[in-house]
């Protein structure tokens, strides 16, 4: 990842800005995360010069107890990657959820 | 817009793709949102050759009945230009909530 790299998550307070950040956000949960399977939907790949963007839709899966196999979250993602010194490196990630089911509605209606 | 423009939102099943989408998505709601003010907190530029990066938080306020003020929401937002022929135009738009309160957690721990 670049050193400038910034990443956005639904679990974060604010956007996280440079590697170091993103690598002590990243230690404690460094194999914690249990999915099954998943689905990447429709990936698509938009490329600028030196930066391309891939975006897709994610379902995670994973087996119940019961054997029976759930939806668990579902995903928009943006990874967006440079060409710096010759090499491909992530720059910035924006990862959300599809149509997240809120306590409390948000309202901007006029 | 590009005509290749993607965009995610929290209202969206999917990502919406194109311009032409783009317009049919945002015709119905044009005029709708109402914001009294709002803060964009910490904005940063990446750019990379014909390629640039604005992300930021933002927080949406509205003044209430009995005049005062409250926070309606608050957002992560990732804008991607990019120079095509000789333009500056948008070619990808994510807009999420930040750490929103969901009706039932979502859970990919081990």
């Not at 790299?5 to 307070?13: A, C, G, K, L, N």
């Not at 990243?26 to 010069?49: F, N, S, T």
Request: glycine share 6%.
């Amino acid at each position: 990842m670049a050193r400038g790299v910034t990443y956005f998550d639904p679990f974060q307070e604010r956007r996280i800005d440079g590697d170091t950040a993103m690598r002590a956000m990243l230690e404690p949960i460094a194999g914690q995360i249990k999915v099954d399977r998943y689905d990447m939907i429709d990936p698509r790949v938009q490329q600028y010069g030196d930066a391309a963007l891939l975006t897709f839709n994610l379902i995670s899966y994973r087996t119940q107890p019961n054997g029976v196999e759930a939806a668990i979250s579902s995903w928009n993602a943006s990874e967006i990657y440079a060409r710096i010194d010759g090499r491909w490196t992530i720059v910035h990630s924006h990862w959300s959820f599809i149509k997240p089911e809120l306590k409390q509605a948000v309202s901007e209606g006029a």
